[in-house]
């Protein structure tokens, strides 16, 4: 029997089968991937095959190969992975330049993983009704950025009508992942855009401006205008997984531009001469924020170990 996975919590996954039943299921046996050392070998918006058994749960006993993947470096356990979620057709990565504030390393980190499975990234600036005049013009700044390097950005308030029917115009018919720091407002954010699912929310920390986790498995949510919405725990920091230093370059797009005209092919971009890379960081054509989370992400090899959450 196959279907689809639509619920992580950890020791159980909800499968979805292909004549609509919902079939609680458990990995058979030390089931590992091709290649991936994960902590989760099966995540939300797997294709699987399950077996039934007489207790009428079911174990998986085979997952389909992903066409892509959200991935990040275990906080535990640094030589593994977690598997955020699979077989997406796009990422709306919410971040607030406020309660709490989303770091542009956090943002840059989790661009480039995805530039690395090729899913598409919407930003979504949330919480724009919380902001003041200074707030604002930095939140307008960032979006500048970010556009001008590729990227769609949305501003928007959670609780706005208008908000809500700018998202579902982008979401329609689409399997969407929603990610972001614990506390951005996916919660409350999904909870407008699906009337009725309820899910959990949790006032932002006064004393240091963080948010706290409400969310505590993955799932699948079905849209009203179409398509699926996956909710996830909020995440603090982001360990980028199985990249080699040579390639990080590819996952910074504007980067990757003006690398192509350095003079020497296997250009590090730190310190060689004739690096069009940093000409372009001194002459302001790359920010200076992304430079430091390329060569952050350059660090990670180096040190080989689990950076700290920013």
């Known amino acids: 029997m196959k279907g689809l996975v639509i619920k992580n919590t950890g020791s159980w996954y909800t499968v979805l089968t292909d004549d609509g039943q919902m079939v609680d299921s458990k990995i058979k046996g030390n089931f590992r991937l091709k290649g991936i050392r994960s902590t989760n070998p099966v995540a939300v918006g797997d294709h699987v095959e399950i077996v039934r ?3 009428g749960t079911a174990f998986i006993t085979h997952i389909a190969d992903r066409r892509n993947y959200i991935i990040r470096k275990s906080p535990n356990l640094s030589k593994q992975s ?9 990422v709306f990565l919410i971040v607030t330049v406020n309660y709490p504030e989303t770091s542009t390393t956090f943002i840059d980190r989790f661009l480039a993983s995805a530039e690395a499975y090729r899913v598409p990234v919407t930003l979504v600036f949330n919480k724009t009704d919380l902001l003041n005049a200074d707030e604002r013009r930095y939140q307008d700044m960032m979006q500048q950025l970010y556009e001008n390097i590729g990227y769609q950005c949305v501003q928007i308030s959670s609780i706005s009508r208008e908000s809500v029917e700018t998202l579902n115009a982008l979401l329609k018919d689409k399997i969407t992942l929603f990610s972001g720091n614990s506390g951005v407002g996916k919660s409350t954010l999904l909870n407008a855009l699906i009337p009725g699912v309820k899910l959990r929310t949790a006032e932002i920390s006064d004393a240091h ?12 949510l079905r849209l009203p205008c179409g398509g699926w919405a996956i909710d996830t725990p909020g995440i603090k920091g982001f360990g980028t997984f199985d990249m080699e230093p040579e390639e990080i370059c590819g996952y910074f797009k504007e980067i990757f531009r003006f690398s ?6 296997n250009c590090t971009h730190t310190h060689e ?16 924020s992304r430079y430091n989370s390329y060569l ?6 180096e040190e080989g170990k689990y950076r700290k959450p920013y």
């Open 260 to 265: 192509r005209d350095c003079r020497f092919s």
């Open 273 to 288: 001469p004739g690096c069009a890379v940093l000409k372009a960081v001194e002459n302001h054509y790359i920010s200076e």
């Open 296 to 301: 952050s992400m350059l660090e990670d090899k």
């Open 209 to 220: 401006n963080t948010g706290m986790h409400t969310t505590t498995f993955s799932e699948m």
């Open 82 to 90: 977690h598997i955020i979620a699979a077989n997406v057709d796009q």
């Open 53 to 55: 058994n007489q207790e």
